[in-house]
């Protein structure tokens, strides 16, 4: 049984179909990375799953339960940081565990954990104009995984970084997938990224949004970037994505 079910998605901005006859399923603990042109509609159906728009026509469904709402069960991490810029690190880390009513010493404990785990000690009561951009994405994360839904949603979140930061940064994603095993659904531009990060990826064509391959990732983790058939999967994909702008035109 699937996790999490996209069925038949429409969705419409007016004159415009942003997705059309979308359909894919992602399984419990899957990391799920979508690729495509700008404007394919990747933002928009992370939006859908987050429960921020709801679709024209369709449904999406998380445990055979119909997403009608803002969901509960995903939280979404964006490339921009959204820190709370008066509170530090430990505070931001804690903010939803504070609105749910969790007592300081609870949601503190939770936090310095979550701040280990992303590689953040030390830092509990910087702010976030004294941290790196990575550090205020590992901080963005860390507070993404204290709300404890089981589906994280990250749109973009390494796109602004220098590609040493991305790829440590992509490291350490891994490294807290492997632990956490929340489901994953990533969006990215960087077939490298997803490459090296996914289970399974989708890669989408636009005018209107909508799946035109899906590709399972067999190659063995720890993955090597320069192996044969990682550069050849990279190769396969480009291709597609080329295919899709030529005709686009």
């Known amino acids: 049984m699937a996790f999490l079910k996209v069925e038949k998605v429409r969705k419409v901005f007016g004159p415009v179909v942003a997705l059309e006859n979308l359909n894919f399923e992602c399984r419990e603990g899957e990391f799920l990375c979508i690729v495509g042109p700008t404007g394919c509609g990747k933002t928009t159906l992370l939006r859908l799953i987050a429960g921020l728009e709801l679709p024209t026509q369709g449904k999406i469904t998380i445990r055979e339960k119909v997403v009608s709402d803002i969901n509960k069960e995903a939280t979404l991490v964006f490339q921009q940081y959204s820190l709370f810029p008066w509170r530090n690190v430990i505070d931001n880390i804690g903010f939803s565990l504070e609105v ?133 999967l990279h190769i396969r994909i480009r291709e597609i994505l080329e295919k899709i702008l030529i005709e686009r035109g």
Do not use: C
């Open 100 to 232: 749910k009513g969790v007592e300081k010493s609870k949601r503190y404990q939770r936090a310095k954990e979550l701040i280990s785990l992303v590689g953040l000690d030390g830092f509990e009561r910087a702010y976030p104009y004294e941290l790196s951009g990575g550090m205020q994405q590992r901080v963005a994360i860390a507070r993404a995984l204290a709300y404890g839904s089981p589906v994280l949603l990250l749109d973009e979140p390494f796109g602004a970084l220098d590609e040493r930061t991305r790829h440590r940064l992509q490291e350490e994603l891994l490294a807290i997938w492997e632990k956490e095993r929340k489901t994953i659904i990533f969006v990215t531009h960087n077939i490298d990224e997803a490459i090296f990060l996914a289970s399974r990826i989708l890669v989408m064509r636009d005018r209107p949004g909508r799946i035109e391959e899906e590709i399972v990732v067999s190659l063995p983790r720890p993955r090597n970037r320069r192996s044969r058939e990682f550069i050849d």
